[in-house]
Nanobody, 124 residues
């Protein structure tokens, strides 16, 4: 079992930056690949970024490539998402997730544990 708690969301102006954190507890953090997803009102949950157990491999959605950076600190059991050059279309509830695999995954169905989600709002 893994418990995931997100933090760092909020309101920011277009062009600004936010850093999301996902703290994990309850199991061996290095055993899991991790990911970020988001869900806007009226839309399905979509993949944002994922990272392997070691942090050596990352995958990004085309919509965030070059603007967002995913990372993890296994000593702190924490994953991060640095979001730069934010756009109004980045507005959504952001979720972190853990998958009992070593390589990054992009489908929601491949993840075993989810955080509660937190709001990120980008104003124009």
């Amino acid at each position: 079992q893994v418990q995931l708690v997100e933090s760092g969301g909020g309101l920011v102006q277009a062009g600004g930056s936010l850093r999301l954190s996902c703290a994990a507890s309850g199991s061996t953090f290095v055993s899991y690949a991790m990911g970020w997803f988001r869900q806007a009102p009226g839309k399905e949950r979509e993949f944002v970024a994922a990272i392997s157990w070691s942090g050596g491999s990352t995958v990004y959605a085309d919509s965030v490539k070059g603007r967002f950076t995913i990372s993890r600190d296994n000593a702190k059991n924490t994953m991060y998402l640095q979001m730069n050059s934010l756009k109004p279309e980045d507005t959504a509830v952001y979720y972190c997730a853990a998958a009992r695999v070593l390589r990054p995954r992009v489908r929601t169905t491949e993840y075993d544990y989810w955080g509660q989600g937190m709001q990120v709002t980008v104003s124009s």
